[in-house]
């Protein structure tokens, strides 16, 4: 086919013309192929796999069948509903401190920094050219039991407060929730401060004079202008962190201890250690749905209220 | 009322604080982002006494001096460098064909795929990591490096097709019409105007590639089998005892990133101004 529409001679336009389209309508399934190929394989097909596991029983040395066997699901769910419980409290807690203590630096990035700018964006990026790992155990030695951070916390009896409500233990703050929740808000803040400047930057700084003109103070300014224009950066920043957070476990096992272990700290030992296939497969299955339940329920609500 | 008046002194004190406010809070956070550098950088010039580089004990260049004194760390380093490379270059190829195919070409099936595309990277990686690792041991397959470039590829896709496809929907598609009346062949047009204007945003894509890559460590830790990357490494110190190399390799990423991003900066700098 090609070679005699290449041969072709100039003046009969039609022969390769035809052949040129047809190829052209096929080209982008061509692009896409491999790609989606490989997102089939080795993303979609996996997760069919994985619901599988969940309905099986039997064991490592007799192989695993599937019997339709959902009660892994509620025994899994009755033995690790507190784990469960504690990765959305962690996770949220994240969630929450990141937007707190990642909304002014990006609005310092977006309005105030000047010529700073691209100095201060770098500095929020390049922590993550050291492995997260070696900052994550960098956080051992700040909150170390009797060092200042936890010398300074104490003194100004914050220790105290936080004990109170559970989140430290003591004088220690290490293997303690407030360690771990202070560890997934450090690894996931730039998730959060990302999408935020990129949305603030596009608030023209001119409405805030406009505001200001209108005799609106700068708190009202800020309530009534820009942070309704900067939801969806607040819509993305929370996900982009909630969802990573809720299925970490690094930050939990480094930081944390037996008493505070999250959902995917049970689906890593059950899965590389205990070796018990179908509960550990039941549990993903369970953190995946919920957080894709999460998310929609999320974005859709959030899509209301900004209409508003 | 008085608050009203740009002039008055109360104002004026009450709008700096403010401002000071912001900025103060702000730099506190950039503060907490950058403290565990600190520390890694700090600790890197620590001569510990047990098997835990944790509390400060004396200043030492020891281990600066040997950096791959430890058994196994570098060649974890040099595996971890390999699957980056690998991943990245297989995931920015079949990323940015994907781009292509998404913003130039109307074809059936969108929405599913760009939902195949975008659920990668709304779902905890510990799901993928466990779900991939079922696929793996219901095939029999052998873990160790081919998996974790499988899983790696994977991941990453989703990251290259969103940077490549942000810089090839702003791309004036006139540009590559005025090629091809000034009778550049497809080839030709796409090597020649297409592919350059794309680069920024396929480099972008592969850089992201390249850093998710190297410092991945859940989905690596499900499907590596005994094949130890460089996170692997830290992880397994964790437990066992950390050197001080490790957070000599930790300062040195540090610092050639920052280099390498702010040569990059300056650079593009001084090409700006000469265009001017």
Known sequence: ???????????????????????????????????????????????VYQASTSVQTGSLEEGYKVTWHFATYWDALGDYWPQFLRSVLYAGAATVLCLLLGYPLAYLIAFRAGRWRNLILVLVIAPFFTSFLIRTLAWKTILADGGPVVGALNSLHILDVTS??????????LATPLAVVCGLTYNF????????????????????????????????????????????????????????????YVNADLLGSTDTRMVGNVIQTQFLRILDYPTAAALSFILMAAILFMVTFYIRKSGTEDLL | ????????????????????????????????????????????????????????????????????????????????????????????????????????????????????IFLPMAMPEVVMAASLLTLFLNMGAQLGFWTVLIAHIMFCLSFVVTAVKARVMSMDPRLEQAAQDLYAGPAQTFLRVTLPIAA??????????????????????????????FPMFVWGSAQRGTPVQINVIGTAMFLIAVLLVVTGMLVGKRRARKSR
């Open chain 2, 1 to 116: 009322m008085a608050a009203r008046s740009p002039l008055s002194p109360f104002a004026a004190f009450f709008r700096l604080l403010r401002r000071n406010v912001v900025v103060l809070a702000g730099l506190g956070t950039l503060g907490y982002l950058l403290l565990p550098n600190v520390v890694v950088t700090v600790f890197s010039f620590n001569k510990p006494k047990g098997r835990f580089n944790y509390s400060w004990q004396e200043f030492s260049t020891d281990a600066w001096k040997d950096p791959c004194g430890v058994a196994d760390m570098c060649g974890s380093l040099s595996l971890s460098l390999q699957i980056a490379f690998w991943a990245t270059l297989g995931a920015t190829v079949l990323g940015t064909m994907i781009a292509f195919a998404l913003v130039r070409y109307r074809f059936r099936a969108r929405g599913a795929v760009n939902s195949l």
């Open chain 1, 1 to 47: 086919m090609t070679t005699r529409s290449e041969a072709a001679p100039p003046g009969t336009d039609e022969a390769p013309a035809r052949p040129a389209r047809r190829r052209g309508r096929l080209v982008p399934y061509w692009l896409l192929l491999p790609g989606i190929l490989w997102l089939l394989v080795f993303f979609a097909l996996p997760l």
């Open chain 2, 200 to 229: 920024p945003g396929i480099a972008a894509g592969a850089l992201l590639a390249f850093a998710l890559s190297f410092d991945d460590f859940i989905i690596t830790n499900f499907n590596a089998g005994s094949t130890v990357t």
């Open chain 1, 164 to 173: 109170w409500l559970g989140a430290t233990d003591g004088d220690r703050v």
């Open chain 1, 189 to 248: 803040l730039p998730f959060m401060i990302l999408p935020l400047y990129t949305s603030l930057e596009r608030v023209d700084g001119r409405l805030h004079e406009a505001a200001g003109d209108l005799y609106a103070r700068p708190a009202t300014t800020f309530r009534k202008v820009t942070l309704p224009l900067s939801m969806p950066g607040v819509v993305s920043g929370t996900l982009l962190t909630f969802i990573p957070a809720a299925g970490d």
